[in-house]
């Protein structure tokens, strides 16, 4: 039955613990604003707004929204970490809130709702150091000493729950609750203290009980008997009379003190005392009239002698300058508590002595045991201002300073206090001066007087070396002076002589400082002074995850990944878990362009938190530019695997998307192309030329085109002209292409037809063949046939080799060519260099061509150069049989341009001029054998 009691308490205390310090929560995030640029003020009014009103999902809706804006926003954190406690899901709560923290160690916020979730899962430290956290900020904050009192209790602690009790009832004496409870552990204190027959540590304690609540009739009723034990009557009898000041009518002090009376056989004074009772009127009166009737009879027994007292008294009227019946009245008077006759005593001799320091004293004395401090203090002031030399009357107005001080200090009366601090420094104590100098201190820090308060600690130092505090005090002050430096060195010093008990403390107060600096020299892009102080901050504290972040992040904006290596793999080595360790250390790979290891890096942490932007974010940057480097490598598949394996954590990435259309596009798999390059952004001056490019893609989806050709050639000195006309038709597949041509020319012997079929086939991504063979009536090849292949390489680099068969028309010989080439794409350049090697009636003839294109706005809109030279023509010329010119020097040089109008519809001009020798041809003037044959090339292409 007990267990069950005690343990609905605690629950009950738990509740009311997380209660008051969530409604305090609550106010403080109202009352609390931050200033930004951007609008997650927005989101943090928003939220709240939602929060207050107990819309907790829509709250959450909001919440969810700003973090993938903002996914290193504190305050949204912390609104997602207060969402779980409120729905009981604490572990995931605690991480959110300490998520906020991670980016703002300020968040009061999150501070206090981590006290709640801490004490509701019974993890009391834990909630003791977040509760110290938040006093740290705001140490006069009366309602969480209360809960930090609680926690205590809950956590069994029960000695250091009264410890502070006591202190936070000395602080605040004005709280009622607080008084209570403290009063409620005194009585308790004082009643086993007078068990254990310590009756001395009894009366100190119900002394306390009696100050601290002097309307309470069992506390002077406690008091009074333990004086009684301890034979004190004078003491008893005094505490019996200051109760009745506050209880004028309790029966039972008013029997105490008759009783003490009695017992001190002042008869006189108990009859006195009870006949006034008796007649004040009231129910008692019959009570007081029976107490009256029993004292009078012991009285009556006890008489003997008349009362000294009396006689002195009577004495010293008629002789106010009689020194044996001063000394004895006063002495008396103030012994027997007859203050009044006592003051009426001191008030005559003053009359006849004047004011002298032993009777100011004694006036002084009688006042103090009055109660009346304000007039003591009164005299104290007057002997200070007659006898300042007197050590004893220095000594009382520093104690009368001293008390000015700390009321001055409790009411936050600073300036006034100072001054008193100042005056007990100068003639205090050893110890006074002590308190008076740390005083000092604590009114000019409070003030916002920094040098004031360096200054002292300065002394402070100086005359007690040895305490660290002065010192660690003095760091706290230079930082904030901004002197940042001194700071962190001062605690660098104090480090290094720290007690082992104490150096976290003095380690937490070096990282705060190093944090506020650091930060401010990246805002200010003082990025190597900010690695400066990260290096020096790790070395006091290898661990910390604050200023390894601060190092990695310093180490990224100098652009020097090695370093941001090594402090990603130091936050590694000290948590192997850290996901955003993880994360930077794959992105200083990626910079690196050690692609593959940071995309193995990242691909493990994203399946771990497929949901955390950065770390997707960091994994789509490192598979892209992964797939990129592929792509150059012509590992098109590969590129594509990575792009996806990218795309299944960040679907909606639209750069992963348009290199998923150029990896396509390398693949010549056009509508995949095109689809996935839709999604490409592209800026105001790209615009036209990315929607040209899409539209030469889109053009590739086509599976059929109808291409219409015209070539016309003539001599220079000759006004005939020859032609060929051909048509197409192309049907494009998935890797393949087929053909069908047919070529016309009409000439001085007739009309020559020639048939031709090809088929272009892509076997994979880098290597592919053509094929055509072709027939004849006249002009052309009779029989032609040629076959090619084509090998991509790195970096856009294109090998072609190749054969070809021809059974030339009217010169009864077989032709054989051997091709070889080489390109290169160099955006926006195509460079091309063909070599055929030609055997016609048994003899080797070569030429050598070579071609650049320049692609104006995509590779289906170029302009042309391209020039020849060799012993026999350029192939061309060879297949249309325009001219003869075999075992000459063959040249030529020609220009042309290609243009792309629509996705559907191209068209082409090509001029060329070709040069040879004719030793057979007779020109009409001069004796010169060398040839000039223009030649003009018309095409037009339908897609459809």
Request: charged share 25%.
């Amino acid at each position: 039955m007990n267990n069950q009691i005690s343990e609905i308490k605690t629950i009950l205390l738990k509740g009311i613990i997380v209660s008051v310090l969530f409604l305090s929560t609550i106010h403080t995030m109202q009352g609390q604003g931050i200033a930004r640029l951007d609008n997650r003020e927005n989101y943090t009014e928003r939220i709240s707004s939602h929060f207050q009103k107990g819309e907790w999902e829509e709250g959450k809706k909001i919440v969810d929204e700003g973090l993938e804006k903002y996914p290193d926003d504190s305050d949204l954190r912390m609104f997602l970490g207060r969402y779980y406690y409120e729905k009981k899901m604490y572990d995931k709560a605690r991480f959110e809130l300490m998520e906020s923290l991670k980016h703002n160690k300020k968040n009061l916020e999150a501070k206090q709702i981590l006290v709640n979730v801490e004490i509701i899962t019974e993890r009391y430290s834990s909630a003791i150091c977040y509760i110290n956290e938040l006093l740290e900020v705001n140490p006069y904050w009366k309602g969480l000493w209360r809960k930090k009192i609680d926690v205590y209790r809950l956590q069994g602690n029960h000695m250091e729950a009264n410890r502070l009790l006591k202190r936070i009832s000395q602080v605040y004496p004005d709280d009622i609750s607080i008084k209570n409870a403290y009063l409620h552990y005194i009585e308790q204190e004082a009643i086993n203290k007078k068990e254990e027959g310590k009756i001395e540590e009894a009366i100190d304690l119900s002394t306390n009980l009696v100050e601290g609540d002097p309307k309470n009739e069992e506390y002077y009723i406690q008091l009074i008997n333990n004086f009684l034990k301890a034979g004190d009557f004078e003491k008893a009898l005094s505490n019996a009379e200051k109760g009745l000041l506050h209880l004028p009518n309790s029966v039972k002090l008013i029997d105490k003190k008759a009783d003490i009376l009695g017992e001190m056989h002042r008869y006189d004074d108990v009859l006195a005392f009870l006949k006034m009772k008796s007649t004040e009127g009231g129910g008692n009166s019959s009570h007081f009239s029976r107490r009256y009737d029993y004292f009078l009879e012991k009285a009556a027994k006890y008489q003997k002698n008349s009362d000294p007292y009396i006689l002195y008294l009577q004495l010293y009227e008629r002789n106010p300058r009689n020194e044996e019946a001063f000394n004895y009245v006063i002495s008396n008077a103030i012994s027997k508590r007859f203050y009044d006759d006592a003051l009426a005593v001191l008030a005559k001799a003053k009359s006849i002595r004047g004011e002298t320091k032993d009777l100011l004293a004694k006036e002084k004395q009688v006042y103090e045991l009055m109660g009346s401090q304000g007039k003591a203090d009164q005299i104290t002031i007057k002997l200070f201002q007659g006898y300042p030399e007197d050590t004893d009357v220095l000594a009382e107005y520093v104690a009368y300073r001293y008390r000015q001080a700390k009321g001055c200090m409790n009411d936050g009366l600073f300036d006034q206090a100072s001054n008193h601090w100042m005056f007990i420094a100068e003639y205090g104590d050893d110890e006074q001066k002590k308190i008076a100098l740390s005083s000092m201190y604590n009114c000019s820090y409070q003030l916002g007087k920094y040098n004031e308060a360096l200054n002292t600690l300065n002394s402070l130092i100086e005359k007690y070396p040895d305490e660290l505090d002065w010192k660690i005090k003095r760091a706290v002050i230079y930082g904030k002076q901004g002197n940042y430096m001194l700071a962190l060195d001062e605690y660098y010093a104090v480090i290094g002589l720290a007690d082992p008990f104490d150096i976290q403390r003095v380690k937490n107060g070096y990282e705060e400082l190093a944090t506020e600096y650091t930060k401010q020299l990246i805002d200010e892009y003082r990025l190597e002074d900010a690695m400066q102080i990260a290096d020096r901050w790790l070395d006091v504290n290898p661990r910390s995850e604050q200023c390894i972040q601060y190092a990695i992040n310093i180490s990224a904006q100098m652009k020097d990944y090695d370093k941001m290596v090594k402090y990603a793999k130091l936050g590694l080595e000290n948590n192997p878990d850290d996901a955003y360790c993880q994360m930077k250390l794959a992105e200083a790979y990626n910079y690196r362009k050690q692609h593959e290891p940071s995309v193995s890096i990242l691909s493990a942490e994203v399946a771990k938190n497929p949901y955390h932007k950065g770390m997707v974010n960091a994994h789509s940057q490192a598979n892209e530019d992964l797939a990129r480097q592929l792509i150059k490598e012509t590992k098109y598949e590969e590129s594509l695997a990575v792009l996806n394996e990218a795309l299944k954590y960040d679907p909606d990435n639209r750069s992963l998307k348009y290199w998923k259309g150029v990896t396509f596009e390398k693949l010549k798999i056009a509508d995949s192309a095109y689809y996935y390059q839709m999604f490409y952004d592209p800026s105001l001056m790209e615009v036209k030329n990315f929607e040209k490019h899409l539209s030469a893609l889109k053009s590739k989806t086509y599976k059929n085109e109808i291409g219409v050709f015209h070539l016309r050639g003539r001599f220079s000195e000759l006004d005939v002209i020859s032609s060929v006309s051909t048509i197409e038709y192309s049907r494009f597949e998935k890797k393949d292409t087929y053909i069908g041509r047919i070529n016309y020319a009409g000439r001085q012997g007739g009309k020559g037809i020639q048939g031709q079929a090809e088929w272009n086939r892509s076997w994979t991504h880098d290597i592919s063949t053509r094929f055509d063979i072709a027939a004849s009536n006249k002009f052309f090849a009779s029989i032609m046939a040629n076959a090619s292949a084509f090998k991509r390489f790195r970096n856009d680099w294109e090998a072609q080799l190749g054969i070809g068969y021809r059974d030339l028309y009217d010169m009864d010989e077989n032709m054989i060519n051997i091709v070889a080439g080489i390109s290169k794409e160099i955006e926006p350049w195509w460079l091309n260099m063909k070599f055929n090697a030609v055997f016609l009636d048994s003899k080797f003839y070569y030429n050598l061509l070579g071609q650049a294109r320049f692609n104006i706005l995509t590779p289906r809109s170029y302009l042309t150069l391209m020039g020849s030279v060799g012993s026999a023509p350029d192939i061309e010329i060879i297949d249309t049989q325009m001219y003869d010119g075999f075992s000459v020097t063959n040249t030529m040089v020609g220009a042309g341009l290609y243009h792309m109008i629509n996705e559907r519809l191209s068209v082409g001009l090509l001029g060329n001029i070709y040069n040879y020798e004719n030793q057979s041809y007779n020109f009409a003037e001069g004796d010169g054998k060398y040839r000039n044959f223009q030649h003009i090339y018309i095409q037009i292409h339908a897609r459809f």
